[in-house]
């Protein structure tokens, strides 16, 4: 079993003095600020100019500057910015303004394994990356929890680069959550495949295809609905809770004896065996190519994907459902 870090192996003194900027401010990148400013850092926040997220930034209280200017005041400069942007956002503003000794940190591998970004030999390459959404990086800090993260140094130009990220994570309240040392390699190559084959790509299709053939069987949609959807983040909160036999323990000896004869059935040999290319595409760098070629022809397939997607039968049943859901902030 891996070591797990927590606040008590971590020293935020290292960070005493040091400016930290925080390039993005979306999702990520306001949990990073804030939770960071909470924790008694300096932060800045560095946007590329027109950012739509600088009066938002300005309002919390940060001080915004060009990205450019954000580094050149910065010990310390996290990249908290969209993938496929991410390159010419460093290349423009932050690759001409590092100095020997800095830190640039991610939160996901992408653009260093996949070489869109090359930082110099003389700054510390690190990552900080919390298993979660940035609005529940916030939530859990202020109510003294913390997310857990990981943490991987590429590269270590001052000796002490671990000891910075280990400092970051703490901050952050990943120390409250656990701390787990990684890879960028490792980080990357699990990320994108847990997306594409489990939590997003795999729950999304799995999901819709029990609606759809419940619904072509004749059933009500919302009933399909309620099925398939509505409760999935029922059974995950139990799985979160306490793995997956916690969530057998909960839900009826019924459910129990169809999850064990049922389960394999619907993740054959072949779904593995899709699955295994899915992660041969991310490992070779091939699903990283295709995101990156489709991002520089103006997304026109993925906007069409989404278009398709937010008006499809599944999608609407579940608008209408949740606008009748009080507790959920519909109507009555």
Same mark, same amino acid.
């Given at each position: 079993?891996?070591?797990?870090?927590?606040?008590?192996?971590?020293?935020?003194?290292?960070?005493?003095?040091? $400016?930290?900027?925080?390039?993005?401010?979306?999702?990520?990148?306001?949990? /990073? +600020?804030?939770?960071?400013?909470?924790?008694?850092?300096?932060?800045?926040?560095?946007?590329?100019?027109?950012?739509?997220?600088?009066?938002?930034?300005? &309002?919390?209280?940060?001080?915004?500057?060009?990205?450019?200017?954000?580094?050149?005041?910065?010990?310390?400069?996290?990249?908290?910015?969209?993938?496929?942007?991410?390159?010419?956002?460093?290349?423009?503003?932050? +690759?001409?303004?590092?100095?020997?000794?800095?830190?640039?940190?991610?939160? /996901?591998?992408?653009?260093?394994?996949?070489?869109?970004?090359?930082? #110099?030999?003389?700054?510390?390459?690190? @990552?900080?990356?919390?298993?979660?959404?940035? /609005?529940?990086?916030?939530?859990?800090?202020?109510?003294?929890? =913390?997310? #857990?993260?990981?943490?991987?140094?590429?590269?270590?130009? $001052?000796?002490?680069?671990?000891?910075?990220?280990?400092?970051?994570?703490?901050?952050?309240?990943?120390?409250?959550?656990?701390?787990?040392?990684?890879?960028?390699?490792?980080?990357?190559? $699990?990320?994108?495949?847990?997306?594409?084959?489990?939590?997003?790509?795999?729950?999304?299709?799995?999901? &819709? +295809?029990?609606?759809?053939?419940?619904?072509?069987?004749?059933?009500? #949609?919302?009933?399909?609905?309620?099925?398939?959807?509505?409760?999935?983040?029922?059974?995950? %909160?139990?799985?979160?809770?306490?793995?997956?036999?916690?969530?057998?323990?909960?839900?009826? %000896?019924?459910?129990?004896? =169809?999850?064990?004869?049922?389960?394999?059935?619907?993740?054959?040999?072949?779904?593995?065996?899709? @699955?295994?290319?899915?992660?041969?595409?991310?490992?070779?760098?091939?699903?990283?190519?295709?995101?990156?070629?489709?991002?520089?022809?103006?997304?026109?397939?993925?906007?069409?994907?989404?278009?398709?997607?937010?008006?499809? /039968?599944?999608?609407?049943? =579940?608008?209408?459902?949740?606008?009748? @859901?009080?507790?959920?902030?519909?109507?009555?």
């Amino acid at each position: 079993m891996s070591k797990m870090y927590y606040d008590s192996d971590c020293n935020p003194k290292i960070l005493e003095g040091k $400016t930290i900027a925080i390039v993005g401010y979306g999702s990520q990148g306001h949990s /990073h +600020a804030q939770n960071l400013r909470d924790s008694g850092a300096k932060v800045i926040i560095g946007l590329y100019e027109g950012s739509p997220s600088a009066e938002v930034a300005k &309002k919390d209280g940060f001080t915004v500057l060009s990205v450019a200017d954000a580094t050149k005041q910065a010990d310390i400069v996290m990249m908290l910015v969209n993938d496929e942007k991410m390159k010419a956002i460093y290349d423009d503003g932050v +690759a001409p303004n590092l100095r020997p000794g800095m830190s640039i940190a991610f939160a /996901h591998g992408f653009n260093i394994i996949y070489d869109q970004i090359i930082p #110099p030999k003389d700054v510390n390459v690190i @990552m900080i990356a919390p298993k979660g959404p940035g /609005h529940t990086v916030r939530s859990q800090y202020l109510e003294n929890r =913390g997310v #857990p993260c990981l943490v991987a140094v590429d590269h270590d130009a $001052t000796g002490n680069a671990k000891e910075i990220a280990m400092a970051y994570a703490s901050l952050i309240g990943g120390g409250r959550g656990g701390i787990l040392e990684t890879t960028f390699t490792e980080e990357t190559e $699990t990320d994108l495949f847990g997306e594409q084959c489990v939590l997003c790509g795999g729950v999304s299709a799995l999901m &819709k +295809a029990g609606f759809d053939i419940l619904v072509e069987a004749g059933y009500q #949609p919302e009933s399909a609905y309620f099925e398939c959807v509505h409760e999935m983040k029922l059974i995950i %909160d139990m799985v979160a809770e306490g793995g997956i036999s916690r969530m057998r323990y909960s839900v009826s %000896d019924t459910a129990e004896y =169809g999850d064990y004869t049922t389960g394999d059935r619907m993740i054959t040999q072949a779904v593995k065996d899709e @699955m295994r290319k899915v992660l041969a595409e991310v490992r070779d760098g091939s699903f990283a190519k295709k995101w990156l070629a489709e991002s520089a022809q103006g997304k026109k397939s993925f906007d069409k994907m989404r278009k398709e997607a937010k008006a499809s /039968h599944i999608e609407t049943v =579940g608008a209408e459902l949740r606008e009748k @859901m009080s507790w959920s902030g519909g109507k009555r």
